[in-house]
């Protein structure tokens, strides 16, 4: 039994990305809160050197941790997919770019936090950080709705011939089938809802 692939073209504007699905924002909700804060924080700080922080390069190890953890995972659903790979693809390296540019960013701020152009840089590069990885699980999460819907579409046929038997040791083995698909639909949908 082949499935076929479903050729949908994925149209995705990075300038006008909304997040449409409760998930992804809850997921992401840390992050915005952590990009709103600095965003909306003093315009004018203090011209007194402070001396640089070190909960702030602490913070940006968690943050490039947390990044290559997302990254090593997307890598492996890249390589499992059978749709949208080279979508896939390219917004692991669009990751893998803001990763690297907030980072570069943040050091300059760490050095220097009072500098008001170099907090804008980091929330600059925050939000297209924070950009990136919502494309990124938009695009799992689409690579994880035509997996279960390529399932579905095995379980519809399989229900399908179940109605069209002939004898009873051909309903024995299509219901055996039918059962077999049923539950890894249902083992589909479980780990989806997880």
Same mark, same amino acid.
């Given at each position: #039994?082949?499935?076929?692939?479903? &050729?949908?073209?994925? +149209?995705?504007?990075?300038?006008?990305? =909304?997040?449409?699905?409760? *998930?992804?924002? +809850? /997921?992401?909700?840390?992050?915005?809160?952590?990009?709103? *804060?600095?965003?909306?924080?003093?315009?004018?700080?203090?011209?007194?050197?402070?001396?640089? %922080?070190?909960?702030?390069?602490?913070?940006?190890? @968690?943050? $490039? $941790?947390?990044?290559?953890?997302?990254?090593?995972?997307?890598?492996?659903?890249?390589?499992?997919?059978?749709?949208?790979?080279?979508?896939?693809?390219?917004?692991?390296?669009?990751?893998?770019? $803001? @990763?690297?540019?907030?980072?570069? &960013?943040?050091?300059?701020?760490? %050095?220097?936090?009072?500098? /008001?152009? +170099?907090?804008?840089?980091?929330?600059?590069?925050?939000? @297209?950080?924070?950009?990136?990885?919502?494309?990124?699980?938009?695009?799992?999460? #689409?690579?994880?709705?035509?997996?279960?819907?390529?399932?579905?579409?095995?379980?519809?046929?399989?229900? $399908? %011939? /179940?109605?069209?038997? @002939?004898?009873?040791?051909?309903? =024995?083995?299509?219901?055996?089938?039918?059962?077999?698909?049923?539950?890894?639909?249902?083992?589909?949908?479980?780990?989806?809802?997880?």
């Amino acid at each position: #039994m082949s499935t076929t692939v479903p &050729s949908i073209k994925l +149209k995705i504007n990075p300038q006008d990305l =909304q997040i449409q699905t409760f *998930t992804v924002e +809850k /997921l992401l909700e840390p992050l915005i809160i952590q990009v709103t *804060t600095l965003v909306n924080g003093p315009q004018n700080p203090s011209s007194k050197k402070k001396g640089r %922080s070190k909960r702030a390069r602490v913070l940006l190890a @968690s943050v $490039e $941790e947390a990044t290559w953890n997302l990254l090593d995972k997307g890598e492996k659903i890249a390589k499992e997919a059978t749709v949208f790979k080279e979508e896939l693809h390219a917004a692991l390296a669009d990751v893998q770019k $803001e @990763s690297q540019a907030l980072k570069v &960013s943040a050091e300059a701020f760490t %050095s220097d936090p009072c500098y /008001l152009p +170099k907090r804008q840089a980091v929330v600059q590069a925050a939000r @297209s950080l924070l950009t990136a990885v919502t494309r990124l699980l938009v695009l799992a999460d #689409m690579v994880d709705v035509a997996h279960l819907l390529e399932h579905l579409t095995v379980f519809q046929r399989t229900f $399908e %011939s /179940l109605q069209n038997v @002939s004898s009873k040791a051909e309903l =024995q083995k299509t219901y055996q089938k039918f059962q077999k698909d049923l539950e890894n639909l249902d083992y589909l949908a479980y780990k989806r809802q997880q």
